[in-house]
């Protein structure tokens, strides 16, 4: 069965740092793109980084560019994504999602991913 469970979440302080993980089992991540997406209350689902596992390219959206960073632990079949300097924006429900295939452009639409996890709350406020 194939399954990716999100951690890390929590609340945090503005400026503060939080490391989400997302497990895969059932399948192997070598050759999906792994992203991450956000959903905050009211707000459609926003793509915030991938990883292509085939070759460790990572891209990222504007919103998040220099603050996230996405990596990969093949041999923990895990995904990582690396949260600084966090603002209040980002609060949201955060999920990772796995795709067999990589749409180039597209890689921050939802459509274009096979598996989902559960997600995991992030919380930034003082």
């Known amino acids: 069965q194939v399954q990716l469970v999100e951690s890390g979440g929590g609340l945090v302080q503005p400026g503060g740092s939080l490391r989400l993980s997302c497990a895969a089992s059932?399948?192997?991540?070598?050759?999906?793109?792994i992203g991450w997406f956000r959903q905050a209350p009211g707000k459609e689902r926003e793509g915030t980084s991938c990883?292509?596992?085939?070759?460790?390219?990572?891209y990222y959206s504007d919103s998040v560019r220099g603050r996230f960073t996405i990596s990969r632990d093949n041999a923990k079949n895990t995904v990582y994504l690396q949260m600084n300097s966090l603002k209040p924006e980002d609060t949201a429900v955060y999920y990772c999602?796995?795709?067999?295939?990589?749409?180039?452009?597209?890689?921050?639409?939802?459509?274009?991913?096979?598996?989902w996890g559960q997600g995991t709350q992030v919380a930034v406020s003082s």
């Open positions: 059932g399948f192997t991540l070598t050759g999906y793109t």
């Open positions: 999602a796995a795709a067999k295939y990589w749409y180039g452009t597209m890689w921050n639409a939802p459509g274009t991913y096979d598996h």
């Open positions: 990883i292509r596992t085939s070759d460790g390219s990572t």
